[in-house]
Structure formats: C-alpha cells, structure tokens
C-alpha cells in the first residue's frame, strides 16, 4: 500500500491526487507514481507486479525463523555472519560467500544483539536506522519496569526490543514480554513470528500478511490489554500525520478486547520525537505532555546527551501518561519541580507568570512580558514585528511557498518555472566560468606583455650604454 497526496498545480484552485511510496521520500529509493484516476494497461500491472517480485525480500518469513532454528543448533566453530550480504550463513552457504566478509564463532550473546551486527541503514530519505544509545535505552527499560508494564510493542525500536529480551532470569524486568514491528527485513532471521513483524509504520501494513497482523493483535489484546504499552522511534523526516493515523489503528486493535465499561481506557503511548514537533503532535493527541528526558543515539553525530546550550539533543519522549508519575534520573541533571509536580532539566526554571517550567530545549528561557511568554534565551522582542525573535531576523517573515518564483500555492520542487530556472543558473554558471577564464587569459597575456616590454627597456639601454661607451 502506498499514500495518497495532492498535488497544487500553480495560479489554479483545482488539485490532481496521486500515489506515491510511504516510506521512501526520494524518487531515486522508490520511483513509484500513479495519479489517482490513472487507468493501468495489464501489461503495465504485470511489469510492476514483476519489479516487486524483485524488491522483496530473498528469503519469506518461515524461511528465515526455519534457518534461524538450524543456526542455532551450530556448534560455534561453525555460526558464520556474513557482513557483506548481512545474513546469517548455514554450511550449505559458505561456498557462495568465499569472497566476502565473514565473521565466525557467532555467540548467543551476538545472537540476541542483532543490532550490533548489522550495518545501520542511515539513509534520511528511507530509513534513517539511529538506534538507542546504551544510556538512554537502560532507562527505558528500567522506567518501564518501575511503571508496571508486562508487556512492550516496540514499533521501530530494535535496541529497546533487545535490551528487554537480554535480562537474566529471575530479574524483575525478566517478566516483560516484547514484540518489535520494524520496516527492516533483516531482523527476520534474527526472530521467530511471536517476536517479530516485517512492518510499515507510515500505513500499518504488515509485510507478512494477515498472521503477523493476527500475532500483533493477540500481542495488545493477551490479559484483556492490561500492562501493554506502545513505544515508538520513528523517521524524524517523516509526516506527522500519517504515523498517528497508524497509532490510532494498533490503540482500536487494542480497544477490541476491551469491554465497554473499560471503553474510556488509553492505551499508554511513549512517543519519541524531536521537541519542535509538540504542536503537530497535539493536534492529533492533545492529552500527550512532552518529558523533559533528552533521548540520544549511538550514531548519531548531533543528537547526543551531555551538551551544553543549542547543541543538546532535541529528541524528547511524548505520552498519555501523567508525567508525575515519570521519575528522571536526578545523576543526569533532572530535578523535581513541585510548582509542576514533574521532573525538568536543571536549566528548566519554574516562571510565575507562566505558571510551568517552561523551557523546550533543555537551556533557561526568559520570560517576554509583551509577547506574555517565555522565549528561547537568544531572542528579543521585535517592535516591527510585535514578536520575539532571532535579533537578525527579517521583519517581513519567513515567505512560505515557492524559492523560484515567489507564489505561495507551491513548493520548489512543482514550480512550473524549475526548468526555466535550471537553464538561467546554467547559463549564468557559463558566463561566469567564460568571464573568469577571460580574466586569466588576459592576466596570462598581460604577464607575456609586460615581460616583452622589459626585455626591450633592457635592450635599450644596453644599447645606449654600448653608444656612450663608445
């Protein structure tokens, strides 16, 4: 399945609709595109029908837990990994995979650690695979525990499903159960079906069809859908809009197995995003409050915790549940603010006018008396714009819209104006490449020139000394 979009044709009110591909954003990822109302010949459904023949993954999904079984059973000396293909090799494959890189003597400990073995897929467009530093994951796995929950839908959270499957028996944390549901295919061979599901977040499908959907559902409905929570880490590039429409179907699939006198119940929500995106995120789950905890990942070169000013992570975690309830560790610079009866950042001071703590990116804000509000510390209030703002900000404001023309019922990327635009830089590049190579031919004429005429200043006047001498 794929999403439907609108396309704003330039100077015209009406739009054309089309399909598109919901998890790659770059044609060159997915060249997928069908306008709705196109009518399809068969022999174009067939060579499309084809082509996702190809695309799908090399091995289904019994496959894979059916060679997981037999992996297992491996003495060490024998559990090779493939770094080249990312696979998992039985005996039977290591003629095939002579010339790659293999690691062998696999442990269980690599085993349950799939996301140590595999490559990140870090693509921004399609996948953008950061995973849970080791701080940030203990926490989340410690919180969930202290909260009570028995049970973990980790939706695109591969190392907070592993970290959960890691505790040793008879650890308090044991007792939690976890099921992932992730877009990359490869954690199939890592996994048997009750604990893991091929899956798209942006249009909830499940790859694997209707008994991945069917594990998922008993997942969220086993003990009348008590002690389960939703936690998810999804594409920060991606729409806003359509993975809530997807939490919003796995909270009804959840509500199926509750009675109508338990109708009122929400399904507990940790939502991991970044901050500046709390007012998308409201419009579509106004009761989530945004915690103050700051989320960072092993690779990831920005979004790391410990720094100081703009440069902290802005990766946040949103939920339903009352953040009184939510202790942050206090050795990481959190306290307890009884004016909110929550946990801040240290720098997040309490405003009395204001009534909250109510700083977002973890430094102190001030509180702007006009605008009747706190502010980021870096700004100040505007009298042109009767805002606060960036000092070197434009009082005319950002324009949204079109970068080529200027219009405002498009974006670049449709401007009718892009190919004109495109022939006008490329014949600008031109000119000023002809121009700086005149420059340098006249500068390589004038150096020629002026040593010609020294050469025949010096003539001279070694002739007009021969002559005196003379």
Known sequence: PTLLFVKVNRGKEETRRFYACSACRDRKDCNFFQW???????????????????????????????????????????????????????????????EHQVV????????????????????????????????????????????GFRRVLCVGTPRLHELIRLTEPG???????????????RYSQFYVEDSFCHYNMFNHHFFDGKAA????????????????????????????????????????????????????????????????????IHQFFP?????????????????????????????????????????????EGYRFCPLCQRYVSLENRHCEHCGSCTSKDGRKWNHCFLCRKCVKPSWIHCSICNHCAVPDHSCEGTKDGCFICGELDHKRSTCPNIGTCKKANKAVRKQKQRRSNKMKMESRKG????????????????????????
């Open 36 to 98: 709705e109302d196109e009518k399809l010949s068969e022999a174009r459904l067939a060579a499309r029908e084809a082509y996702n023949q190809r695309c799908r993954p090399p091995l289904s999904r019994t496959q894979c837990v059916e060679r997981y079984l037999r992996f297992i059973e491996l003495p060490l000396s024998q559990r090779k990994f493939c770094q080249s293909c990312q696979q998992l090799l039985l005996p039977d494959d290591w003629g095939d995979h002579r």
């Open 104 to 147: 062998g003597d696999v442990s269980v400990t690599q085993l349950r650690r799939p996301s140590q073995l595999l490559y990140p897929l870090e693509n921004k467009k399609t996948n953008a695979q950061y995973l849970f530093a080791d701080r940030t994951c203990q926490f989340l796995a410690d919180l969930l525990s202290t909260l």
């Open 171 to 185: 650890d308090k944390k044991s007792n939690i159960k976890s099921l992932l549901l992730d877009i990359d295919f």
């Open 213 to 280: 959907l069917e594990v998922c559902r008993a997942f969220l409905q086993e003990d009348k859908g008590e002690g389960v929570i939703l936690v998810t880490d999804p594409p920060f590039g991606g729409l806003v809009e359509p993975l809530a429409i997807t939490f919003k179907k796995l909270i009804a699939m959840w509500k199926e197995g509750q009675s109508q006198d338990e109708s009122q119940k929400e399904l507990p929500i940790f939502w991991i995003f970044p901050y500046f995106f709390e007012s998308r």
């Open 287 to 331: 009761n989530f409050c945004m915690l103050d905890y700051q989320v960072d990942y092993d690779n990831h070169a920005l979004y790391k915790h410990g720094k100081t000013g703009r440069k902290q992570s802005p990766v946040r975690i949103f939920t339903n549940i009352p953040p009184n309830k939510i202790i942050l560790p206090t050795e």
């Open 447 to 470: 150096q020629s020139m002026n040593h010609a005429s020294v050469t025949r200043k010096k003539k001279r006047r070694e002739g007009a000394h021969q002559y005196l001498c003379s």
